[in-house]
């Protein structure tokens, strides 16, 4: 079982060392992702759905009707 105050210098310790390495790597990231956002990996990078040329949307899903008992 670990110790509280090895959890709380863990916590001290690595808190600064993640907030300096997501600074620096955004600045090398950002640029990385928008490049590869407009190749095969756009899928992965983006929230908006791939979409095959002269392809229709797909349909609404149907509503589905629940009756009580």
């Not at 863990?10 to 490049?35: D, G, K």
């Not at 190749?39 to 609404?60: H, I």
Request: zero cysteines; proline letters at 12%.
């Amino acid at each position: 079982m670990p110790y509280p105050h090895d959890v709380l210098a863990s916590a001290v310790l690595a808190l600064p060392v993640a907030y300096l390495t997501s600074l620096a790597l955004r600045r090398w990231a950002t640029p990385l992702v928008a490049s590869l956002s407009s190749g095969a990996l756009r899928p992965v990078l983006t929230a908006e759905p791939a979409t095959v040329s002269g392809a229709e949307p797909a349909a609404e899903p149907a509503a589905v009707i629940q009756t009580a008992g």
